[in-house]
């Protein structure tokens, strides 16, 4: 298993910028993928961006591209999701979470953080 634990939420304004932190411990070998998602108050859980481990190959949500970058510090064993220009409607509880895939009943993963929480006020 990997231990995930998530950072860097907080309330911003809209427009400002937050860069969340996922730092990961314990068999990190195993971890090939990396996602974000998030959930939403009266939401499901949301696919917010993917990438190889490696941080080299990434996609995102079209709600978020353009605005989120997903990166890595492979010295630190952390992500990062760096999150700019923020509206509203990215309120939610992010977390992060290994080898992310999508079945017909939706995304799992190996691990999930906590989540941090992320307020956008307006």
């Known amino acids: 298993q990997v231990q995930l634990v998530e950072s860097g939420g907080g309330l911003v304004q809209a427009g400002g910028s937050l860069r969340l932190s996922c730092a990961a411990s314990g068999r990190t070998a195993s971890v090939y993928r990396m996602g974000w998602f998030r959930r939403a108050p009266g939401k499901e859980r949301e696919f917010v961006a993917l990438?190889?481990?490696?941080?080299?190959?990434?996609v995102y949500a079209d709600s978020v591209k353009g605005r989120f970058t997903f990166s890595r510090d492979n010295t630190e064993n952390t992500v990062y999701l760096q999150m700019n220009s923020l509206k509203p409607d990215d309120t939610a509880v992010y977390y992060c979470?290994?080898?992310?895939?999508?079945?017909?009943?939706?995304?799992?993963?190996?691990?999930w953080g906590q989540g941090t929480q992320v307020t956008v006020s307006s």
């Open positions: 979470a290994t080898n992310p895939s999508l079945t017909h009943r939706g995304w799992s993963g190996d691990s």
């Open positions: 990438s190889n481990w490696s941080g080299e190959n990434t």
